[in-house]
């Protein structure tokens, strides 16, 4: 099956610097690549995700980059502020039927100094 | 449009007993998946329901099952359970089963089971 290996697991950067979280997937059939974001006490969120057609996404400060060669994709967060202290997932998997949901990474705490 | 609401938030129970926890998905959403987070393993798929059938099912043991209704209400069942069950419970809805374009998982806020 597939495995999902993401660093580093945390992350601390100044307020306004740039954050990048990256991941590694082992499985070249899988061609969906989303990332979650956790804050304390809720669910994940769906922020961005690329599907293997994409070499790269981006929305307003966030950017996923895929290089499927290499079977790797980072999370790209610019201008960091405050609210973006959370925990991230990023996570892989199969499209369409016959998916066997997403296997996730372990996670990346990013902190945010003021 | 409400998002994903998974009841109770909340569940303490003993080892042996057993456990139901329901997902109720995004108005027009025919597909439920079940994860379950720890701090040791991460985020791990249970199982996915679409159409009142499931379709998948994560490495667990099969005290781990669900079902879902024709409204796409879904719950999860956990018998016997073991002091290793105590978990985030999060579940997941989709438009559509499987996860092509357009077809993207939501999670509901988890409910937390803690077993002694």
């Known amino acids: 099956g597939e495995n999902v290996e993401q660093h580093p697991s945390t992350l601390s950067v100044q307020e306004g610097d740039s954050a990048v979280i990256k991941c590694t997937y082992s499985d070249s059939a899988s061609n969906y690549f989303p990332w979650y974001k956790q804050e304390l006490g809720k669910g994940p969120q769906l922020i961005i995700d690329?599907?293997?057609?994409?070499g790269e996404k981006k929305d307003q400060r966030i950017a996923v980059t895929l290089n499927k060669t290499a079977k790797h994709f980072s999370l790209h967060i610019t201008e960091t502020q405050p609210e973006d202290s959370a925990v991230y997932f990023c996570a892989a998997s199969r499209s369409g039927g016959g998916a066997d949901g997403l296997t996730f990474g372990k996670g990346t705490h990013l902190i945010i100094q003021p | 449009k409400a998002g994903v609401t998974q009841t109770p938030r909340y569940l303490i129970k003993t080892r042996g007993q057993q456990v139901t926890l329901s997902c109720s998905p995004i108005s027009g959403h025919r597909s439920v998946s079940w994860y379950q987070q720890t701090p040791g393993q991460g985020l791990q798929f249970l199982f996915e329901y679409f159409s009142e059938t499931q379709r998948n099912k994560g490495n667990f043991p099969g005290r781990f099952s669900g079902r879902q209704f024709s409204n796409s209400r879904s719950e999860m069942n956990v018998s016997t359970l073991e002091l290793g069950d105590s978990a985030l419970y999060l579940c997941a809805s989709s438009l559509a089963a499987g996860l092509a374009g357009g077809n993207e998982q939501f999670f509901g806020p988890g409910t937390r089971l803690t077993v002694l």
């Open positions: 690329i599907r293997s057609n994409v």
